[in-house]
């Protein structure tokens, strides 16, 4: 007997699909980019970022584990294989591309089959959302996984302000947090303002957690519009336009801090 899948595995499912078909079609647009100029700098640098975001997404459907074999495949695509069938490094970008569609389709199909929670288990591990664990404040740890989820969505429905206001939001709280988890006292030890961290602007927040080294440098690739994201719309919005690089620059700095304070990750 089939079971019915339970409602949140489906909508998560769903939002995996959704990023996915994404992820292939930005690829895809890549692939045709290099079958046109496949030496051209810009286009490789894409390629990186849009490597990266892939990375992302396979180690959350692995669940984490380097043996999984979404995983294994998806290092593999980045090797080259020698006459006598050993593995080395230097795949052309282009290649690459074209194995990470293979990976990204393969990932799709997989979850597309899945009609029931024990095969999801059995076959794809998916994980259940823990990202947030290293965060201090109990009550905040569900409603970040909810706006984590939403700033992805934001980000491959082409909604880039939202998606960048959300995952700076995201990066303020949680850099917040580990802030008053380390106490006004010590900082102020360290050079901080000795005004309340609640009325420190989101820049002295970051500058201070760098300082005193809850942070590393990542923060430095920030556009200077998600900088200003609580300034520069008087109220939930921006008024300059945000571009997609500012939306994916700005969730990939948020991937990079929650390593920081999470190094177990």
């Given at each position: 007997?089939?079971?019915?899948?339970?409602?949140?595995?489906?909508?998560?499912?769903?939002?995996?699909?959704?990023?996915?078909?994404?992820?292939?079609?930005?690829?895809?647009?890549?692939?045709?980019?290099?079958?046109?100029?496949?030496?051209?700098?810009?286009?490789?640098?894409?390629?990186?970022?849009?490597?990266?975001?892939?990375?992302?997404?396979?180690?959350?459907?692995?669940?984490?584990?380097?043996?999984?074999?979404?995983?294994?495949?998806?290092?593999?695509?980045?090797?080259?294989?020698?006459?006598?069938?050993?593995?080395?490094?230097?795949?052309?970008p282009?290649?690459?591309?074209?194995?990470?569609?293979?990976?990204?389709?393969?990932?799709?199909?997989t979850?597309?089959?899945?009609?029931?929670?024990?095969?999801?288990?059995?076959?794809?591990?998916?994980?259940?959302?823990?990202?947030?664990d290293?965060?201090?404040?109990?009550?905040?740890?569900?409603?970040?996984?909810r706006?984590?989820?939403?700033?992805?969505?934001?980000?491959?429905?082409?909604?880039?302000?939202?998606?960048?206001l959300t995952?700076?939001?995201?990066?303020e709280?949680?850099?917040?947090?580990?802030?008053?988890?380390?106490?006004?006292?010590?900082?102020?030890?360290?050079?901080?303002?000795?005004?309340?961290?609640?009325?420190?602007?989101?820049?002295?927040?970051?500058?201070?957690?760098?300082?005193?080294?809850?942070?590393?440098?990542?923060?430095?690739?920030?556009?200077?519009?998600?900088?200003?994201?609580?300034?520069?719309?008087?109220?939930g919005?921006?008024?300059?336009?945000?571009?997609?690089?500012?939306?994916?620059?700005?969730?990939?700095?948020?991937?990079?801090?929650?390593?920081?304070?999470?190094?177990?990750?």
């Amino acid at each position: 007997m089939t079971l019915p899948m339970d409602e949140n595995l489906r909508t998560q499912i769903e939002t995996y699909l959704t990023h996915l078909g994404g992820l292939i079609r930005r690829g895809r647009e890549l692939r045709d980019a290099f079958a046109t100029n496949p030496a051209d700098p810009a286009i490789i640098s894409t390629a990186r970022r849009w490597q990266e975001d892939c990375g992302v997404t396979i180690n959350q459907l692995s669940g984490g584990s380097k043996a999984h074999w979404l995983a294994r495949s998806f290092s593999e695509a980045f090797l080259m294989r020698s006459a006598g069938g050993n593995a080395v490094e230097g795949a052309a970008p282009s290649e690459i591309v074209q194995r990470l569609l293979g990976v990204l389709d393969q990932a799709a199909a997989t979850l597309s089959q899945m009609d029931d929670a024990a095969l999801v288990s059995a076959s794809f591990q998916a994980p259940a959302p823990h990202r947030f664990d290293f965060v201090h404040n109990l009550e905040l740890r569900p409603v970040l996984e909810r706006a984590y989820a939403d700033s992805r969505r934001a980000l491959e429905q082409g909604e880039y302000s939202q998606a960048m206001l959300t995952s700076c939001g995201i990066l303020e709280a949680i850099v917040t947090d580990a802030l008053e988890y380390t106490g006004l006292s010590s900082l102020v030890e360290s050079g901080a303002p000795a005004e309340k961290i609640s009325d420190w602007s989101f820049e002295t927040r970051l500058t201070v957690a760098e300082k005193v080294g809850l942070i590393r440098s990542g923060c430095a690739r920030l556009p200077a519009i998600a900088r200003a994201y609580r300034d520069d719309g008087g109220g939930g919005g921006v008024k300059t336009e945000v571009t997609e690089r500012d939306a994916r620059t700005a969730s990939q700095v948020l991937h990079v801090i929650m390593r920081d304070l999470d190094p177990g990750r």
